[in-house]
């Protein structure tokens, strides 16, 4: 049985995939699995990942079912103690898991750890600025307002999504500001203050280029969050705060665009909670 199991998720990246594949085979750590979940690519995907088919192992959903469901399918399949997932436009830092694993090892206590990350836009490296900043351990209050760990940078104990969950698949986007909302309502989150993965953005296949008004997955989220018993008092009406404060902003945007309907209902989202 492998110690980690990590986890790429694909649909039609075959230009990116053999980069963030290569990344995981050049670990210092070897004691993992790879698992590809095609999410029904019809580009050159299948080609690929057949290049690779003695060093992987690869499931094809039959019909092409969002990031959530594929990456759903190798959480099930997985054999291994813990649980790393990688975008397919992502790539790691050699000592990616190496570094993690050494800090789980000397805090046998962690359960879910993540990564500070290099950001690549358009070819050049760029300053994600202050509105990223990380935090360790119990930060719920620093995340409800937008996601800033990377799905590529975690590592989690498997116990830990029969505790929690795993992805929303009803959720179009903001899935995984979802699921790490659930975490950490639960669980410390350990942060490791290295840049061993490297992010790369402004394509077009990009879920936040997708969808307009990515704040109202968040909202969903919230709502979500509001029923979890392990919610405290306190960051309950955090939470609250934040919904009407995603509303005001959703609504208002609604109203420019002659949306009006979808205008009043996030007014009503907000009202609900006055």
């Not at 790879?34 to 050159?44: F, K, N, P, T, W």
């Amino acid at each position: 049985m492998p110690r980690v199991s990590i986890i790429i998720p694909t649909y039609n990246r075959a230009s990116f995939l053999p980069q963030a594949i290569q990344s995981v085979l050049k670990q210092t750590f070897k004691d993992f699995e790879l698992i590809v979940i095609d999410d029904a690519s019809d580009d050159s995907t299948p080609q690929v990942l057949a290049q690779f088919s003695k060093k992987l192992t690869a499931y094809r959903l039959p019909e092409n079912r969002g990031v959530s469901a594929a990456r759903n399918l190798g959480i099930e399949r997985a054999q291994g103690e813990y649980i790393a997932f990688l975008d397919s436009d992502d790539q790691w830092k050699p000592e990616k898991l190496q570094t993690q694993m050494l800090w789980i090892q000397r805090n046998p206590e962690i359960n879910a750890c993540y990564t500070d990350e290099i950001w690549i836009r358009n070819g050049v490296r760029i300053n994600p600025g202050k509105r990223y900043t990380k935090y360790d351990g119990w930060f719920l209050e620093k995340m409800l307002p937008l996601c800033f760990i990377n799905p590529s940078s975690v590592l989690i104990n498997r116990e830990v999504f029969d505790e929690v969950g795993v992805f929303d698949e009803s959720l179009p986007a903001c899935e995984d500001y979802d699921l790490w909302l659930r975490i950490n309502v639960r669980y410390p989150i350990t942060l490791i203050p290295q840049k061993l993965i490297i992010k790369f953005g402004d394509h077009p296949d990009q879920l936040s280029h997708q969808f307009w008004g990515i704040d109202r997955f968040r909202v969903q989220a919230l709502e979500k969050l509001l029923q979890n018993p392990w919610l405290k008092n306190e960051q309950r009406d955090l939470v609250i705060q934040t919904i009407q404060e995603k509303c005001k902003i959703l609504a208002e945007g609604c109203y420019k665009r002659g949306k009006i309907m979808q205008g009043k209902s996030f007014e009503a989202i907000s009202n609900r909670y006055a």
